[in-house]
């Protein structure tokens, strides 16, 4: 009866892996040297500290982006609950839990950038589903949601 028959985990999109990062930085680094290299051979100096300054802010973006991207979030639906479960990039981990009978899915959809937001609402409770999510990943999750909400709901 609690076995699942919808179960998925939704990570954020990652736009560069740890090779991509590498290579980000050493580009960005060596250009970076060369016209700070030309830069103190002008009489322009203070240019050279500056383009430190831009490469450590770059470095310390891309490593946060890094950490977030160990975020995700579970969805469980089974015929007695739906389990949404979300866990941070620090590990700290958030439970809701809502009878599937009283649960629904509302979706906010954009003509020009497909869906912006998917809810899970249950009585008076609203959360947010994939959040991280590309539109496109979005739907496909509301979709699966959609079909498992109605098969349970269908069981009854």
């Known amino acids: 009866m609690d076995r699942?028959?919808?179960?998925?985990t939704i990570r954020p999109h990652q736009s560069l892996s740890?090779?991509?990062?590498?290579?980000?930085?050493a580009f960005c680094?060596?250009?970076?040297?060369?016209?700070?290299?030309?830069c103190v051979?002008?009489?322009?100096?203070p240019v050279a500290g500056f383009f430190g300054l831009d490469m450590l802010a770059l470095y310390a973006?891309?490593?946060a982006s890094f950490r977030r991207g160990r975020s995700f979030e579970e969805v469980m639906i089974s015929p007695i609950e739906v389990l949404l479960a979300?866990?941070?990039?620090?590990?700290?981990?958030r439970e809701w839990r809502f009878n599937p009978l009283w649960t629904k899915l509302t979706k906010v959809?954009?003509?020009?950038?497909?869906?912006?937001?998917?809810?899970?609402?249950?009585?008076?409770?609203?959360?947010?589903?994939?959040?991280?999510?590309?539109?496109?990943?979005?739907?496909?999750?509301?979709?699966?949601?959609?079909?498992?909400?109605?098969?349970?709901?269908?069981?009854?």
């Not at 051979?41 to 100096?45: I, R």
């Open 109 to 156: 959809e954009d003509e020009e950038y497909g869906m912006q937001t998917l809810t899970l609402v249950s009585r008076r409770e609203f959360v947010v589903v994939a959040r991280d999510a590309s539109p496109p990943e979005r739907e496909a999750v509301a979709a699966g949601l959609t079909r498992a909400l109605a098969q349970v709901k269908k069981g009854y």
């Open 41 to 45: 051979q002008a009489g322009y100096w």
């Open 86 to 93: 979300r866990v941070s990039h620090r590990g700290e981990r």
């Open 61 to 63: 973006a891309l490593k």
């Open 18 to 25: 740890p090779d991509g990062f590498r290579i980000v930085m």
């Open 29 to 38: 680094c060596a250009v970076s040297l060369v016209t700070s290299i030309a």
């Open 4 to 8: 699942p028959v919808f179960q998925a």
